[in-house]
């Protein structure tokens, strides 16, 4: 038993690149579609409201996996261009994602006190100026632990790129598979692939913790 | 519906209710509102729960939109904007541009719990007023002065007492310098021994003589002391209003005495 260190680590790590991509991607979209359709679901505008709801709701309601091959398979005959496999799994990643993450910045927008949005109106600050300064600032706190559970599933789920024949670490891990079929060896390569996922989910977990510990300046000390 | 106003007061009116109803479904809780309040006036307003004062202040800083009629600040509507000689709806920068001169301080404090006490009283002035960050800082230092916290200008809300908290509440809607400033129970969820604190600080400012005050108060001595006129509100209507000494000490009708009954037995 893990004898082969030396040889599938490194092979495994190959694909290291293109997962940590696949991630920044997938994240970069998903946190962007998060904000903007999460407050869109707060919208007084039914017509913004209604929008962001089917959105959320068909993205949230398919398989991610489906999703991938849909833009990746059928999205090319559809329209006049094509998509590289590369950009077909980040949007897959990053729309079904973010879907999830909507719904958290939705919540924490809802649960900061209306007296916060009343104080605001009180000093004349304008609609966008209350979001901006007084009710995101505060909507952020709640929504970190939340967002960063949702980092650490996306991370996850760039593993199912290799099903769009990206060669990620999951990739070149059933590679290695292919090649070495004894129980010993399947069960050596599957050991590297989950502790690699586990190590590259570390520094999420700190990082959350960190801007949650920063976010709580002044809210805490109660 | 006449009209409720300070015959005494030649002072320009400042804000003006005409013909004002606000209901919530078939829920009415104000009815034909017809109230002047005068430049530099403090109104208080006195009445059981449910009688609809706190709408009247809440439609005056654009909280809530009445259902009917119209409310004039300084000369110029609120919830209206004329349009070739014609009513129609405000939008948002029309409300900004009249509520403007409008200010509030809330029963719960409602301070920004994200923000420094400075930062609290200094956000508005730079962001709203365009002034800038030293001209706002020191504006809000006087203010936070004038209600005895100088010294807490670094701190967070969560670090201040009820009573501070609410003190800063006062500077900083004073920070904006509103026209008419209006105080929605502002004492009602301090602990009993920091009533004093904050009451001590409207007087202080009602006694400058500027600003123009609208005061919901369950504290009858305070409105005793510091109001120009008393408004008993009962089921969404004024039904008695004048000067302290005529609503306080000498209530007409059986609601009023029983009413003022409540606070009597407690003051004992």
Not at chain 2, 100 to 126: D, W
Not at chain 2, 189 to 212: H, N, Q
Not at chain 2, 228 to 236: A, E, H, M, S, W
Request: charged share 20%.
């Amino acid at each position: 038993m893990f004898t082969n260190i030396d040889t599938f680590l490194p092979y495994i790590l190959g694909g290291l690149s293109t997962t940590v991509q696949a991630f920044l991607f997938g994240a970069v979209l998903a946190y962007s579609i998060a904000l903007v359709m999460g407050l869109a679901r707060t919208s007084r505008l039914a017509i913004v409201r209604g929008f962001a709801t089917v959105f959320v709701e068909l993205f949230r309601g398919t398989s991610l996996l489906v999703q991938m091959f849909f833009f990746a398979y059928a999205f090319p005959s559809l329209m006049p261009f094509t998509v590289s496999a590369f950009v077909a799994g980040g949007l897959a990643l990053g729309l079904n994602y973010g879907a999830y993450a909507s719904e958290v910045v939705r919540g924490a927008v809802l649960a900061v006190p209306k007296g916060q949005t009343e104080a605001a109106i009180s000093l004349n600050m304008s609609k966008f100026q209350t979001m901006r300064r007084v009710i995101l600032p505060q909507a952020v706190r709640l929504m970190l632990p939340g967002l960063g559970n949702n980092a650490i599933e996306l991370l996850k789920g760039t593993s199912l790129v290799y099903f769009i024949s990206l060669a990620d670490m999951t990739f070149n891990a059933n590679i290695l598979r292919s090649s070495n079929t004894s129980l010993s060896a399947q069960v050596e390569i599957y050991t590297y692939l989950l502790l690699t996922y586990f190590v590259l989910a570390l520094p999420l977990v700190f990082l959350t913790r960190w801007l949650e510990k920063r976010a709580s300046k002044g809210v805490s000390t109660v | 519906m006449t009209e409720v106003d300070h015959a005494q007061n030649d002072r320009k009116v400042i804000v003006r209710y005409r013909d004002v109803k606000k209901a919530f479904g078939d829920n009415v809780v104000l009815n034909d509102l017809n109230l002047n309040v005068h430049e530099g006036e403090k109104v208080a307003l006195i009445g059981p729960s449910g009688s609809g004062k706190t709408t009247i202040i809440r439609m005056l800083m654009t909280l809530e939109e009445p259902t009917e009629g119209t409310i004039e600040v300084d000369g110029e509507m609120l919830w209206h904007k004329e349009v070739n000689g014609k009513l129609e709806p405000a939008d948002e920068k029309h409300l900004r541009k009249v509520r403007g001169k409008i200010g509030m301080v809330f029963q719960q404090y409602n301070l920004f719990p994200h923000m420094s006490i400075i930062r609290n009283c200094t956000e508005a002035p730079i962001h709203v007023l365009g002034l800038s960050k030293e001209e706002a800082t020191e504006r809000a230092k006087q203010m936070l002065e004038k209600v005895g916290l100088s010294d807490k200008v670094d701190m967070y809300p969560s670090q201040l007492s009820g009573g501070q908290q609410q003190r800063v509440a006062i500077a900083r809607s004073l920070v904006m310098q509103p026209k008419v400033l209006l105080f929605d129970e502002v004492t009602a969820a301090l602990d009993p021994e920091l009533v004093g604190e904050v009451l001590e600080v409207i007087k202080d400012i009602a006694a400058e003589g500027e600003t123009t005050m609208m005061l919901i108060t369950h504290e009858m001595d305070f409105a005793r002391d510091v109001a120009d006129r008393v408004l008993f509100l009962d089921n969404g209507l004024i039904a008695e209003h004048g000067t302290p000494h005529d609503v306080i000490e000498n209530p007409t009708s059986d609601r009023l005495k029983s009413f003022l009954g409540r606070f009597n037995s407690s003051h004992a």
